[in-house]
């Protein structure tokens, strides 16, 4: 996994293939490998992928330290975002509130999830099109 294209190959292979995180959000995305902060810009709520019943989609991004050697891992988390239909920030930005220490490859993962509101409580849909996550990048 240490090479070009052992990285390419995490990052293009769809691991919730109906749910694609690419495909919900499509719109130019950055990985800052210095800050381990991840950008999506040009954000049109309009063209974000609503899976039928949700009202809110909720993006979660972290970066997973793993040792493909002993399978130890760490994962640092961002705070998530949730859009809901009126969303009208144009970026996103998520930055891990811990860093990575060095156990291993560096992957940068990036989650979404659907959500349902009813009387103010949001509920989480649970099937294949409503929760999706991938790999955006790997720090060689």
């Known amino acids: 996994m240490g090479t070009a294209t052992g990285a ?3 990052c293009d292979f769809e691991y919730t293939p109906d749910c694609s995180p690419h495909a919900v959000l499509p719109f130019p995305c950055s990985m800052d ?11 049109d709520v309009t063209q974000v992928v609503f899976s039928p019943g949700a009202t809110h989609l909720v993006v979660q991004f972290g970066v997973l330290d793993f040792d493909f050697d002993t399978l130890a891992y760490h994962l640092h988390l961002a ?10 920030n144009t970026r996103i930005r998520l930055t891990p509130t811990t ?15 659907y ?11 649970n099937s294949k099109d409503s929760v999706g996550f991938g790999v955006v990048g790997v720090g060689l």
């Not at 156990?103 to 993962?109: C, F, H, I, Q």
């Not at 959500?115 to 849909?125: F, P, T």
């Open 8 to 10: 390419q190959h995490l």
């Open 33 to 43: 490998w210095g800050t381990y902060t991840f950008s999506i810009s040009d954000v």
């Open 79 to 88: 705070d998530a975002v949730v859009l809901s239909k009126s969303f009208s």
């Open 99 to 113: 860093f990575p220490n060095g156990t291993g490859t560096v992957l940068a993962v990036c989650g979404v999830r």
């Open 115 to 125: 959500y349902q509101e009813v009387g103010g409580v949001k509920y989480l849909l």
